[in-house]
């Protein structure tokens, strides 16, 4: 399947695994507005720029020119993985150039010679290790984040392989990578990273180069984990990084949640490129475990601060929810590794999840600031936060421009750039590997208003997609071209939309819904099941589709294991997760005395909901004991308040989660007491 | 009020503060058995040889050979505050020799030579800065730990002075501190540490020596901190160590919670011996709001693993309570000052809930292993700890022989060797600054099995008090001896003991009660409320005096604000937390499926209580969506298991919570769900 790219243009393909489904490349779906392709505006016009200027500022990119220029060894800014921070961006750029802007623009060209110009004549690439006045190469694998950084140099390359094809960066990449094969080869060096990334960037880059050897040394990096063989951290246990149990035996994740997600990503390459059964299923097996028990409402994976990890099974503290951006982004990489791998259904709804209510809560509506951690509830309203001011982790409810770790901003910039790549993928291979009634199949795994032009055989299938979502849930589709040969048209119903329906009108089956009137096909549209539909019939350019989700709020109940969230209930609409902001409470009314009626009715309310609300009364301080007391049950419940209490309820406005503190500090919560 | 001692003798009087009340000295009261008095007896047996045993072995003891040898500059074991372990081992051998055993042990003098050896020529004693090889003295007050360490040392010598006299390690600590004053002084260094302790040590030393200068000195650490002069730590904000608002500004405790906790102890120390009316009641405010929202219902403070400290309010989480050892016992501290300063018994109440539902938590029953963290919730069973295993906080569920950061060990011993001495005070001061009426009053403000032979004026009050409390609510207190000014008895009554009784006989008033059937005091006993009871009438030897406290079993209910809390209850005896362990439960049933029933009777069981439950079956995984299911409020509340359901409930025991996991592996939880 590996075709190895020499010449740019932005509609070049992406480079597929070895399974037979793709995703579609850079310009087979080009958005047009809505949700996500306004967040790509935003990013391509702020965020890139925002990344670059902070990094140059700070002298991250300057650590660069000092290793070209041999004057290491003075005091050297930023963490020993500021590197890979340069390279996401590049990895952001690439894609983003790919998609809109001329790929052979300055800006790109001066960025990779500098960081070119570092490389060192053996191919060794980073400003950190390995040069006068610094520890030597590969002398701290726990800590020191050497081949994490050469990870994302090698994603970064493998995206402008996606995008372009072979320039100078791509070059610079297949030097690190060929260094790190001589060095971590079956005859090397036994060793790996303390954070995994390298094992992605060598499956990756061995696709969109045809290199064998990049995907063998991924294998040996996915095998040699798990042994014990890195250094311990200080207070932190093997778990930490995942080297306490070889990867095939794991049961479910935990430890640092962006290294636990990273690896499996990279164990999911490995798996389809080298047909590895065992391994797949059993990361199949642990993203099971980990999302029926780890993993947050709105998608977000990691309950601790202290080590940004994984909690136990059900440990799912809203207020402390640590919900890492850059862990809900490994995420989806997970699970659309193993949505191409097996073509179940549930790894696109979590992606869907993770995309609305991670993803989309990181940045500030302009661009310039984000959340590193993505807590569910805050109880202290913070201060406005500093324009200029870099950030621990964004904590006290308002996005940072720049943080001391600033893994999430790069992060963010990248998979936006990249987004509608996760949005449709196309299976149309040949021979056993391909579909099993041999009729190619595109599918539409989320759903965003746009044109997709995909490749299909020798010919093209274009669909034109009209939407709002997620604030509607109609979305129609209109055929613009088909290829000659047949091919499969598949829509993905939502593990959440219960009572879909579909509606089709074929210009080659006269009688049947008209155009004109199909976005209201209450009349003629079939119920739909949650899960894949495929679209009866053949296409014919001129048809149109359009299916129909039903985003009206609706109460979502926390699993009784959930101790966290106990008699509290959460409010979703569609893909999207509510949220109770303080700043939509009326006057003199706190987010703690407040109680959701869950008899009463939810009404749709902008783009969130109005729920009906009981307030009460709290107990008065003072007595100088614990916040617990003796006595009968009613004793520390509170007691209805004159306004807005069992007599007189409120209404009040839930809001998406995935903006809240945007109207300035507040206090929130998703999960709301109940009556 | 400063008196020096010169002369040993276990009979040896505290060192009292500027105020006009005074703890019991060593000699006062004397334990024989019961919960407190078999604690100390292992301590004294087990614990303080293991502390011993472990330092040595990991070379902690020898680092200040090297030091004493000139050898530093080679591998040092241990954290940069190793130094602080020896001196509060050497703080609890001072309190067990002083009330039990020869105070002039060889084990003693050799240890005591071994530090001396290494104190340097101005009396700068620490074995990881300022010799060959190692870092310069006070170059890193952050988090470099010398004056916390010395802080501990010179805690060490104040209870040498107050056990026995002045001896070898007292001069050590006094050149300590005269060095501490010339490089800190007003005059020197406008310096703080990182971790305070320095300032408690000062203050005590110079009440033992009657040496104003460290008095002077402690206040200017605390006048000094909160100004941000402290060097950032990496991704900790400088609440971390308090130095972000001034002492005397700040509204609730926050930061690291030992740190916090150490600080506000001296700070009352300060505020008493200069009479700072305005810090004692910064404190006191302090301490009220942090009770009453950032304390558990052990008393434990610290929610958060990630820099060890408070939460916000009301973030309470049960399962994810930090609550470390040594934060408790710095509670006791703090609120064993404000008691002596303040006379106001909710200082007492919540030291009483912190001894037995923290301190006594920590150690196991053989002394020999210890919990570092004290959660209210293990939701995963641990393995079993391996017996010469350092963990890094005694997670899973098993206490631990020792630690990385090995704090709790040597805290726990110091504080089980001097419990007695929070057991009771004495406020027999002459002049304006004495008692009201002028009468001198000796307060048992804990309750355990011992004799108390107090000095009041120029004669003793000696009483005997027999209790088996906490199982039992009878205290009974026989005078033994009166002096011949009169002396007024004052008992505590716990915030808990509605409906707590007092009865006294007096020889001198015949016709009350006799003695010989005092133990069953219901026909002539006197209600009495919560709070101080002074015992009616004077005292005379021979009487007897009878308090009995309620100790049925009682449910307790959070604050509707502890969201973690939320749906549940807690059952308390007396002042002892109970909580449900797995290996309590019938086979087959898991703590996740039970739910209390409030409304059965709860019944004393042992020293814990049974409870009526009902045992619900829950959801199936297997949906690969989060823990989160949307629809009718009953979906995802589960169902009544078959036996054990809502028509066949059963009953099961809660234990006390501090004697949890002495059974092996187990799960466990405080607060339980309710139906």
Redesign the interface.
Known sequence: MTETLTSSGVRARPVAPAGHRRGVGIGELLLDGGFWGSLQQTNAHATLTHCLDWMERLGWLANFDHVAAGTTGGHRPGWQFSDSEVYKLLEAMAWEFGRTADPDSTEWSHLVRRIAAAQDDDGYLNTCYGHAGQAPRYSDLSTGHELYCTGHLLQAAVARVRTHGVDELVEVARRAADQVCREFGPDGRDGICGHPEIELGLVELGRALGEPRYTEQARLFIERRGRGTLAPI????PAYFQDDVPVREVAVWRGHAVRALYLAAGAVDVAVDTDDHDLRTAVERQ???T???R???T?GMGS???DEGF??????????AYCETCAGIASVMVSWRLLLASD?V?YA??IE?TFYNVVATSPRADGRAFFYANPL?Q??QGAPMQPDAVN??AEGGARAPWF??SCCPTNVARTLASWHTYAAFVDDSEGPAGPADGVPTVTLAQYASGDLRVAVGTGELALRVETTYPESGIVRIRVLEVPERPVALRLRVP??AEGATLAASSVSSPGTEQPSNIMHPARTAHSVAPGWVEVPGERAAGDVVVLELPVTP???????????A?????V?RGPIVLCLESVDLPAGIAL?HVRID?AAELRPYADGALVTART?E??D???????????A?G????HDLPDGGAQNPIEVPLVPYHRWAERGPSTMRVFV??D
């Not at 003072?622 to 006595?631: A, I, L, R």
């Not at 004793?635 to 509170?638: D, F, I, L, M």
């Open positions: 200080a207070l932190l246990s993203w099971t475990r999302v029926e028990r993993t947050y409402l998608g601790r601060h202290q909690g136990d099974d059900w440990e799912l503290p809203p207020d402390r179940d549930r709804d979590l999840r509830q109880r202290e621990p982790r001391d770790v593990h959440w609706r109460l979502t109940w926390p699993d009784p294991r959930v101790d966290a106990r008699g509290t209930v959460a979703e703690e869950t009460v709290l107990p301080g003072g007595t100088g004991v614990p916040p617990f007391s003796s006595g049950a004793a520390c419940t509170g007491p109940t």
